[in-house]
Structure formats: structure tokens, C-alpha cells
């Protein structure tokens, strides 16, 4: 089968699903197709460790019904596997089928990376992406006594406070001497260490073998612990999607590189999402698949829209512990940070974020100027210091 249509978007995460929807907001008769190949329409990533474990219904997290796709003529298909983009021709495969595009949009998101280590392959190792994953752990939590999460970066303590709720015992091991130390400076990382008593951090460490003979039965450290687990969760960062990029000869680093128009090397070839870079940077967020969505379509449909600041802020909440980072963290080692702090808590009066909770905000100044913030506890403050630091406004707009 050959079908032609005006825009073809690869991939139906959040940055897919904006950039089709922008398009039909600025183009109303260009005929639109959307490949993906996950089996459900788009839904929300985030719901995925904010919601309950328990109680996680895919139908809720999906972000528009079946209906809205046909009221704007938008054409999907689902369980798709994207062979090969030829940038020449202006086709995409997809086995014996192609489809031939005027604009295309590359977003076909990023995968998991699975760090290699003996035994992750075993069916009680899973990471968590899609709600395929959630349904899976939530399956394996019922039996289980003991879970291991490795990666200590938000989704892997947003999902070890989640097990602890249904008694299993959680121990979580992190590679890196700290806890998040691209967001956060040493003094918090310690503190959100040291706040989390509900379950077991370890880090600085190396995992040399996830182990059992039938079944996943503990994990092995390379300095000889080993900690009982009935499931693993893998939670250490996520690579982007580039292979049909790059196959089709458009410029890579990390990621696809785009300009602020969301335009990649290759001639009406625009991406967007957790598969690119801007100014070198791929913070694989939520709000930057949202921008850079808008950019892609808007632009792609025959408009003009340059991309901002990303909102690259960091939020974590758990049952024990709220904190927000923002900005530059004192991570620039040519720079010289003046650092203010304003401490309204008690020592280790530390909590989740109603607004009757005192804070602790740690402020990070170069050259005279406010670069990055932390906040644990009450996270009121974080709206203010996005706009001082980003200049982001409460809607998402520039300042």
C-alpha cells in the first residue's frame, strides 16, 4: 500500500500528539497521519509514577478518546513498526507499506537504558516507560516481599515510595556518590538522602549481578552485599530514539539535532520530543515535548515560532519529602556561585508540600545573578523562582 498525506508524524508520545494537534490548528485541510508503535492513542507518561500503583487505569491517562481524532481528520495508526525513513524520496516504511509525506515529524521518543548487568533479563526486572511496564510491576508487586530499584533519579524514588505503601521492603542502589547530582548540590542531595527513611538508599555503589535460578531471589554488589528481591526495578535514564535518523542520514549527536524551529538537517524534516536536542541539550521532559511539539507543528504548517526556554525544573514529591531544583545548581565549575539560604524548618522537620510546611530554600547567584534554586518542603516558592530563573510564567509562557 502507498498513501500520500501532507504531514506525516512518527511517533504518538506527548511531542507526536502536539505537533499533530498544532497542525490542525493552523492547517485545517492538510491531510494528517500519526505511526506509532504503541498499541493505545496518547497518554500521559507522568500519571505513570503519580498515580497510585494499585489503582493505575491506562483509560484515565489518555489524553483525548478515539472520537477527537476523527472530529479533526487525523488518521492513526497504532501498533505500526517504523522500518525506514528515506529523506529523498519523502517516504516512510513500514514493512510492505510506505507513505509519502510533504512534512514529516520525527518523534519517536527515547527507550530505557538497561545498565549490563548479569540477570536483567529476568522476567521480575522490568524499568518503567510505558503502561505496559506499570501493569507488570503492578502485577509483581503482589506477591513480592522484597524490590531492589536501581537508579536513584526521581522515577526510581517516586517508585520505590510507591512499593513501601504495600509493605514490601525497598532498597534503592545509585551509582553516583549522590542523589541526582545533575539537579541537585551536594547539601540537598544529602539532605532527601538522609530525609528517606521509608525505604533504604544506597550509593556510590556497582551492581555486578542480578541473581536466582527460577526466578529473581536478590541482587549482588561488586563489594560482595547482597539485598533480597522478589522484583527489580531498572530506573537509569532513558537513550534517545535515533536509528531511523541516523539511517537516513540526518545529523545526530545524543540526539536528533534541531534548531530553535524545530528543524533537523534534513529539508521539511522537523523533530521534536525525548529523540532531540537543542543547544545540545535533551532534558526529557514532559514540558519540553510540549514546546517543542508546538514549534515543530506550527512551523511545519507554515508558520514561524522560535523555541524559548525549556522548563527544565525538577520536581519530586513523595509521602516523606517535597523538593523542587531549578536552574544551575552550582554545577559550572568555571563559574564562581554565592550561595543564600532561608531555613523556616526545624532540624529534619522535612515533608510533603501543603502550604502550612516551613521550607528550606538554598539560592545559587554568578556574576550577580540568580541562576538556580532548591527547595525542600514547602514548594510554593517554586512558581517565583521558575519565573526569576527561567522567566517562565505560571502558563507556560515567557516572561
Given at each position: 500500500?502507498?498513501?500520500?498525506?501532507t504531514?506525516?508524524v512518527l511517533?504518538?508520545g506527548?511531542a507526536?500528539?502536539?505537533a499533530?494537534k498544532?497542525?490542525?490548528e493552523?492547517?485545517?485541510?492538510g491531510?494528517?497521519l500519526?505511526l506509532s508503535?504503541?498499541?493505545v492513542?496518547?497518554y500521559?507518561r507522568p500519571?505513570?509514577?503519580?498515580?497510585?500503583?494499585?489503582?493505575?487505569?491506562?483509560?484515565?491517562?489518555?489524553?483525548?478518546?478515539n472520537a477527537?481524532?476523527e472530529?479533526k481528520?487525523?488518521?492513526v495508526?497504532?501498533?505500526?513498526?517504523?522500518d525506514r525513513?528515506d529523506v529523498?524520496?519523502?517516504q516512510v516504511?513500514?514493512?510492505?507499506?510506505?507513505?509519502?509525506?510533504d512534512k514529516c515529524?520525527?518523534?519517536?521518543?527515547?527507550?530505557?537504558?538497561i545498565?549490563?548487568i548479569?540477570g536483567s533479563?529476568?522476567?521480575e526486572?522490568?524499568s518503567?516507560?510505558?503502561?505496559?511496564?506499570?501493569?507488570?510491576?503492578k502485577?509483581m508487586?503482589?506477591?513480592a516481599?522484597?524490590?531492589?530499584v536501581?537508579?536513584?533519579?526521581?522515577?526510581?524514588l517516586e517508585?520505590?515510595s510507591?512499593l513501601?505503601?504495600?509493605?514490601i521492603k525497598?532498597?534503592?542502589l545509585?551509582?553516583?556518590?549522590v542523589?541526582?547530582?545533575r539537579l541537585l548540590?551536594d547539601?540537598t542531595a544529602n539532605?532527601l538522602?538522609k530525609?528517606?527513611?521509608s525505604?533504604?538508599?544506597?550509593?556510590?555503589v556497582?551492581?555486578?549481578?542480578i541473581?536466582?535460578e527460577e526466578r529473581?531471589?536478590e541482587?549482588?554488589?561488586?563489594?560482595?552485599?547482597v539485598f533480597?528481591?522478589d522484583l527489580?526495578?531498572?530506573s537509569a535514564?532513558?537513550r534517545a530514539n535515533?536509528?531511523?535518523a541516523?539511517?537516513a542520514?540526518?545529523?545526530?549527536?545524543r540526539?536528533?539535532?534541531?534548531?530553535?524551529?524545530a528543524?533537523?538537517?534534513?529539508?521539511d524534516?522537523?523533530?521534536c520530543?525525548?529523540?532531540?536536542?537543542y543547544n545540545?541539550a535533551?532534558?526529557?521532559l514532559?514540558s519540553?515535548?510540549?514546546e517543542?511539539?508546538?514549534?515543530a507543528?506550527?512551523?511545519?504548517a507554515?508558520?514561524?515560532v522560535r523555541?524559548?526556554v525549556?522548563?527544565?525544573s525538577?520536581?519530586l514529591n513523595t509521602d516523606?519529602?517535597?523538593?523542587?531544583?531549578v536552574?544551575?545548581?552550582g554545577?559550572?565549575p568555571?563559574?564562581?556561585?554565592?550561595?543564600e539560604i532561608t531555613n523556616n524548618?526545624?532540624?529534619?522537620q522535612?515533608?510533603?508540600?501543603?502550604?502550612?510546611l516551613?521550607s528550606?530554600e538554598?539560592?545559587?547567584?554568578a556574576?550577580g545573578?540568580?541562576?538556580?534554586?532548591t527547595?525542600?518542603g514547602n514548594?510554593t516558592?517554586?512558581?517565583v523562582?521558575?519565573?526569576?530563573i527561567?522567566?517562565?510564567k505560571k502558563?507556560?509562557?515567557?516572561?
Amino acid at each position: 500500500m502507498n498513501r500520500e498525506y501532507t504531514y506525516v508524524v512518527l511517533g504518538n508520545g506527548n511531542a507526536g500528539f502536539t505537533a499533530a494537534k498544532t497542525i490542525r490548528e493552523n492547517d485545517k485541510t492538510g491531510s494528517i497521519l500519526i505511526l506509532s508503535e504503541e498499541s493505545v492513542l496518547t497518554y500521559s507518561r507522568p500519571m505513570l509514577t503519580k498515580t497510585p500503583l494499585r489503582t493505575y487505569d491506562l483509560k484515565k491517562t489518555i489524553l483525548y478518546p478515539n472520537a477527537w481524532y476523527e472530529d479533526k481528520e487525523i488518521d492513526v495508526l497504532l501498533d505500526t513498526k517504523i522500518d525506514r525513513l528515506d529523506v529523498e524520496l519523502k517516504q516512510v516504511y513500514c514493512g510492505q507499506d510506505k507513505y509519502s509525506y510533504d512534512k514529516c515529524i520525527y518523534a519517536l521518543g527515547a527507550y530505557n537504558f538497561i545498565p549490563p548487568i548479569k540477570g536483567s533479563d529476568k522476567k521480575e526486572v522490568t524499568s518503567i516507560r510505558t503502561y505496559e511496564d506499570i501493569y507488570r510491576l503492578k502485577r509483581m508487586s503482589v506477591d513480592a516481599d522484597h524490590a531492589v530499584v536501581i537508579g536513584g533519579g526521581v522515577i526510581g524514588l517516586e517508585a520505590a515510595s510507591e512499593l513501601t505503601k504495600y509493605g514490601i521492603k525497598v532498597v534503592v542502589l545509585e551509582a553516583l556518590p549522590v542523589l541526582m547530582p545533575r539537579l541537585l548540590d551536594d547539601e540537598t542531595a544529602n539532605t532527601l538522602q538522609k530525609t528517606i527513611r521509608s525505604f533504604e538508599i544506597h550509593t556510590d555503589v556497582a551492581v555486578e549481578e542480578i541473581a536466582g535460578e527460577e526466578r529473581v531471589q536478590e541482587v549482588r554488589l561488586k563489594d560482595g552485599r547482597v539485598f533480597p528481591a522478589d522484583l527489580v526495578v531498572v530506573s537509569a535514564g532513558v537513550r534517545a530514539n535515533i536509528r531511523i535518523a541516523k539511517d537516513a542520514g540526518i545529523e545526530c549527536d545524543r540526539a536528533v539535532v534541531i534548531n530553535e524551529r524545530a528543524e533537523t538537517s534534513a529539508p521539511d524534516v522537523f523533530a521534536c520530543g525525548d529523540c532531540c536536542e537543542y543547544n545540545g541539550a535533551n532534558y526529557a521532559l514532559w514540558s519540553q515535548a510540549a514546546e517543542q511539539g508546538i514549534a515543530a507543528g506550527t512551523n511545519a504548517a507554515g508558520g514561524d515560532v522560535r523555541m524559548g526556554v525549556i522548563d527544565s525544573s525538577m520536581t519530586l514529591n513523595t509521602d516523606e519529602i517535597s523538593i523542587f531544583a531549578v536552574g544551575d545548581t552550582g554545577k559550572n565549575p568555571e563559574l564562581t556561585y554565592k550561595t543564600e539560604i532561608t531555613n523556616n524548618m526545624e532540624p529534619e522537620q522535612f515533608g510533603v508540600n501543603p502550604t502550612y510546611l516551613k521550607s528550606f530554600e538554598k539560592r545559587f547567584y554568578a556574576n550577580g545573578k540568580l541562576v538556580g534554586a532548591t527547595i525542600i518542603g514547602n514548594l510554593t516558592r517554586s512558581q517565583v523562582l521558575k519565573e526569576e530563573i527561567l522567566g517562565i510564567k505560571k502558563d507556560g509562557t515567557a516572561k
